[in-house]
């Protein structure tokens, strides 16, 4: 088939946002492409040559695209540099650059489908010396031949840029019309949830009719797309809703479909990309913890600090995308620790159809828990007041909150229900300001800390009865001249016992009466069960902690213990954010 088809209903899908119009205009796309060729066009009405999870992408530099251009139509760089920089869009000069032209090339041939995406698929995947010489011809020599109107997508693809507007379930639409009824759209739909491969989809409804789709089974190196999750504002509407239910910790991180085989691990993020090479550790985790051959289990991946247990912002992961001595550094200093929730497939047998005991069920029997994979903290809950303890536990332990999943539900790829409900705390503003807190004990370090100290126990001044309460454990924020002085430093006021003043639920290694003051910022103050500021003063048995705290580096020898932040501006301060929470919502 030539591309100039291809090139017409892009044209006409451009001129149209709506959804409708599409579809038809993409089922009369359809109708027309030889079966062999119709994977290829849908991976090209997605601007693509292979589905997502292959990690190939197109995303020429606009630069070299540039250079192309210019070299098929035999203008400067500069000229086609310029025409760009006028209109943002490499499509359109392209276009303009191509009607321009004054001499046609002799040898210019018609494109096809094939000849396109034979070359797309080069240029997206030559690597090397020579790789750049190599892709700046094979564009060149698309545009040679393309008609002005071809020359906009062609450009526009290489760059990674359709600007088509047409998104994936439009696609859906188009083939469940094309090769079946609309009744059967969401059979198209699951195969496409399963697979993740539009094109393949299409490529089966093509040769063997909706029910060729049977055959497109989960599989190990093809991610599946996410099952996702609706919100509800209280625990009891939560209970309401599931009866009795699972309950498992809601872990702020990155999530993370670990595809498991005995050569190979493979790690998908949630837009399916391969993230295998950002996280050795989650790897060589999953060796030690997994007792099966072959499965794909999904959890969420949270940076831990080695030296306090607790949690770390999930921003201390996020940057690894760099070199790889940079991820091996990176997986050193803030390893993650993968909290697995589900379990998909196991030794060839396809479990999304299972119910959600069998799935955690069969997670439980092949893990064994290291130090790199848990399970992610579950619990099975009917009354009220179990779910809300299991909620400020989660808390406390630094989660964002409870997912809620109901006990016999499949595995619903890609769709959003409540079958999963997730329940986050309700406030989530940022501590605006930073806080003055008290020293008032220590946490010996491990590792490279060993010798000085893991993480300072910190508290507010209660005014009230003149005592200390402890709000958070601080261990970020050191630099290694600080952090190695610290014992020295904090010496005079070391002592064996707790001192009078400071009333404590954790048991530091060394204690310290309330002397030195150290300026933190923190992110947000949460309500907690292991502190003792503010407790029972926004719940029964809790406290509040700072999630979150970072030393600035300012220690306040100008203040007197008693001068710190109070108990009460910290109740403030808490009051202020569930405020603002409010207003944003
Ligand atoms: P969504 O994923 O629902 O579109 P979002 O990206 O804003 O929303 P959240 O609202 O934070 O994310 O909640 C959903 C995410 O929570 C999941 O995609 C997953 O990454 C994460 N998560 C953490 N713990 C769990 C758990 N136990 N079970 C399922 N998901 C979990």
């Given at each position: 088939m030539r591309y100039a088809t291809l090139a017409q209903a892009y044209g006409k899908l451009e001129a149209t946002t709506k959804r409708l119009e599409m579809t038809d205009i993409l089922v009369a796309l359809f109708r027309e492409v030889p079966k062999e060729e119709i994977d290829k066009v849908v991976y090209l009405t997605q601007?693509?040559?292979?589905?997502?999870?292959?990690?190939?992408?197109?995303?020429?530099?606009e630069k070299l695209a540039i250079r192309g251009i210019a070299r098929a139509t035999a203008r400067p760089d500069e000229a086609i540099g310029a025409a760009w920089k006028a209109s943002g869009d490499l499509g359109l000069v392209a276009e303009e650059q191509l009607r321009a032209r004054t001499q046609t090339t002799l040898s210019s041939e018609p494109l096809t489908i094939e000849t396109v995406y034979a070359s797309l698929k080069e240029i997206a995947t030559t690597a090397g010396t020579g790789s750049q010489e190599r892709k700046l011809q094979l564009l060149a020599d698309l545009l040679n031949d393309a008609t002005p109107e071809e020359a906009r997508y062609l450009a526009r693809t290489v760059v990674g840029?359709?600007?088509?507007?047409?998104a994936d379930m439009t696609i859906v639409d188009a083939l469940a019309a094309t090769h079946a009824t609309k009744e059967d759209r969401d059979r198209v739909e699951r195969a496409y949830n399963v697979s993740s491969d539009l094109g393949e989809v299409a490529a089966v409804l093509a040769r063997d009719?909706?029910?060729?789709?049977?055959?497109l089974h989960l599989g190990r190196g093809r991610p599946i797309r996410a099952m996702l999750a609706e919100r509800l504002e209280t625990l009891e509407e939560v209970l309401e809703r599931l009866g009795e239910c699972a309950l498992e910790y809601k872990y702020d991180g990155l999530r993370v479909q670990a595809h498991v085989g005995p050569d190979r691990i493979q790690l998908f993020s949630r837009?399916?990309?391969?993230?295998?090479?950002?996280?050795p550790e989650i790897v060589a985790g999953l060796r030690d913890a997994l007792r099966a051959k072959e499965a794909i289990v999904e959890g969420e991946a949270v940076p831990v600090d080695?030296?306090?247990?607790e949690f770390l912002p999930f921003q201390e992961v996020s940057?690894?995308?760099?070199?790889k001595t940079d991820v091996d550094r990176m997986a050193q200093d803030f390893p993650v620790t993968l909290f697995a929730f589900d379990c998909l497939l196991l030794e060839g047998e396809d479990?999304?159809?299972?119910g959600y005991r069998d799935r955690r069920g069969a997670l439980e029997r092949i893990l064994r828990e290291t130090d790199g994979v848990r399970l992610a903290t579950m619990r099975t809950v009917r009354e009220l007041l179990d779910a809300e303890s299991f909620f400020d536990e989660a808390l406390q332990k630094g989660c964002e909150g409870l997912m809620a999943k109901?006990?016999?539900?499949?595995?619903?790829?890609g769709a959003r229900g409540y079958q999963w409900i997730k329940f986050k705390k309700e406030y989530s503003a940022e501590m605006s300001d930073t806080i003055d807190l008290v020293v008032v004990g220590a946490f010996a370090g491990r590792g490279r800390r060993a010798g000085t100290y893991g993480a300072l126990l910190m508290a507010a001044y209660d005014a009230e009865t003149d005592v200390f309460r402890t709000t958070c454990k601080l261990g970020t924020g050191f630099d290694d001249a600080t952090l190695f002085g610290l014992p020295e430093r904090l010496r005079p006021h070391a002592r064996e016992e707790r001192h009078a003043r400071v009333e404590s639920k954790l048991t530091p290694d060394t204690w310290f009466e309330p002397a030195v003051v150290l300026e933190v910022r923190g992110a947000e103050l949460t309500v907690s069960p292991?502190?003792?500021?503010?407790?029972?003063?926004?719940?029964?048995g809790a406290g509040l902690a700072v999630r979150f705290p970072r030393f600035?580096?300012?220690?306040?020898?100008?203040?007197?213990p008693e001068d710190a932040t109070s108990q009460k501006e910290l109740l403030g301060m808490y009051a202020g954010q569930l405020k603002a929470v409010r207003k944003a919502a």
């Open positions: 601007g693509r040559v292979f589905p997502d999870y292959a990690g190939i992408e197109l995303g020429l530099a840029k359709m600007r088509l507007g047409v009719g909706l029910d060729g789709l049977g055959a837009q399916l990309e391969d993230i295998t090479g950002q996280f080695a030296n306090t247990g940057r690894r995308r760099g070199r479990l999304t159809t299972r109901s006990l016999d539900s499949t595995y619903d790829a292991v502190h003792t500021c503010a407790r029972d003063a926004v719940r029964p600035t580096g300012r220690w306040r020898d100008d203040k007197r």
